[in-house]
């Protein structure tokens, strides 16, 4: 960094989180390592430019090149998932919903979407959300016993409480979503149906998901979760609602859009339509199941019994420990992982009774099977010896030669 080391003070912290990143485990579901293209495209003069508007109207001149990357970013998504309108200027998942909120819904309104225990977003309107204040709301979960979705009842709900629009997707839901049946349900109470893929977009991308866009009225999602590129939301819809989601993006939420951002996209996108992203989605699913079979073995209960996806949700109440002191004991070994609630939690979000993976980050590092066996036998072994100081010390050692196995970044130094 020619420049930014006259910043010792900057500089020494990045030097901090690069190292934290090269020697800890990544399981965070919802976080993943960016392309070094990505991460040079995020730090271009792009950042430079103001560009309030949509590639040929802008309110500002000298936006020839920016229109150009803008609208490459557009096609790229278009083309990665066959939608008929992408707006790729939302600066985050949360905004790109309040975008559609904006757009479809007027305050008051009523939204139906996942209880946030059960594996919901906070945006899909929990009650300390802008989501929650501003619109009526109303939740359907999993069944008790499956810890699944049980359509049945979702359309139960509907009927009874007549929402104007119903969100599918979720944060922490290990299973595939039935999108043909959430467009029946909104059909059944002519609702619009909303569809929030920000955490399974790449496996939808590579064809290993089903797929929301010919069911969804709206698709909202992040760039960097499956999708492993730069922190930020896009919106894809159908042509009829074009013009509203655009509008409630800019002026609506936003003025000028991150175009750096925007150009990592369209090198994120770019990348996910090559024929090697779907190879890697495919080792991301292979090493979930694996995770999850391999912490199962273990003794140990996951939500639902298992995942279809590219996370894994623990329950910790036989352990008799909450997520807060789990996600404590893996972070002194550098394992990074989330706590999380879990359906039917009597717990509160600050230390629930669950503790969410996953296998993302790992599998862009290069790890298999082979290294899934190894990490959830770590896992479970320290889950359940919580005070054993052995363990953990044995756990560090191990995990310092899984990642020297597998570095990432060799070429960037701060």
Do not use: W
């Not at 990505?38 to 590639?55: H, I």
Request: charged letters at 25%; aromatic letters at 8%.
């Amino acid at each position: 960094m020619k420049y930014l080391n006259k910043d010792k003070q900057i500089y020494k912290i990045l030097q901090n989180e690069l190292q934290r990143q090269k020697q800890g485990l990544e399981m965070i579901a919802s976080e993943n390592y960016t392309s070094p293209a990505v991460l040079e495209a995020m730090s271009t003069v792009l950042t430079n430019k103001y560009s309030e508007g949509y590639p040929g109207k802008r309110y500002y001149s000298g936006n020839q090149f920016i229109d150009e990357i803008e609208s490459l970013a557009i096609e790229r998504a278009k083309k990665l998932f066959g939608a008929e309108h992408a707006n790729v200027q939302p600066h985050s998942g949360t905004q790109a919903n309040m975008a559609v909120y904006l757009a479809l819904l007027n305050p008051g309104d009523k939204i139906l979407a996942m209880n946030l225990a059960h594996g919901g977003h906070l945006s899909h309107g929990a009650p300390v959300s802008f989501s929650g204040k501003f619109y009526k709301n109303a939740f359907y979960g999993v069944d008790k016993k499956t810890e699944q979705l049980d359509y049945k009842e979702i359309l139960e709900i509907a009927q009874r409480e007549a929402p104007k629009i119903i969100i599918a997707g979720a944060t922490a839901y290990p299973r595939q979503i039935d999108f043909k049946k959430f467009r029946e349900i909104a059909d059944s109470v002519k609702a619009y149906l909303m569809v929030d893929m920000a955490h399974f977009a790449g496996l939808v991308a590579a064809k290993l998901h089903p797929d929301p866009i010919p069911f969804a009225d709206v698709v909202t999602s992040t760039t960097h979760k499956t999708l492993a590129g730069p922190r930020g939301g896009f919106i894809l819809c159908k042509n009829f609602l074009a013009e509203k989601i655009d509008k409630a993006v800019f002026p609506g939420i936003q003025g000028g859009p991150l175009e750096n951002t925007i150009a990592a996209k369209a090198v994120c996108f770019g990348e996910a339509l090559k024929p090697a992203f779907k190879k890697y989605q495919e080792q991301v699913l292979t090493n979930a199941k694996v995770l999850a079979q391999t912490l199962i073995n273990n003794g140990l209960e996951l939500v639902s019994g298992g995942t279809d996806t590219h996370l894994v949700l623990l329950k910790l109440n036989n352990l008799g420990i909450g997520g807060q002191q789990a996600e404590e004991i893996l972070s002194k070994v550098d394992i990074y992982t989330n706590k999380n609630l879990i359906p039917f939690d009597t717990k509160k979000a600050f230390d629930p009774s669950g503790l969410r993976l996953g296998t993302p980050a790992l599998t862009t590092r290069g790890m298999k099977e082979k290294e899934m066996k190894t990490i959830g036998n770590i896992i479970a072994e320290l889950l359940k010896n919580t005070k054993d100081i052995k363990i953990q010390e044995k756990a560090k050692k191990q995990i310092a030669i899984l990642v020297k196995q597998f570095p990432i970044y060799k070429e960037i130094k701060y």
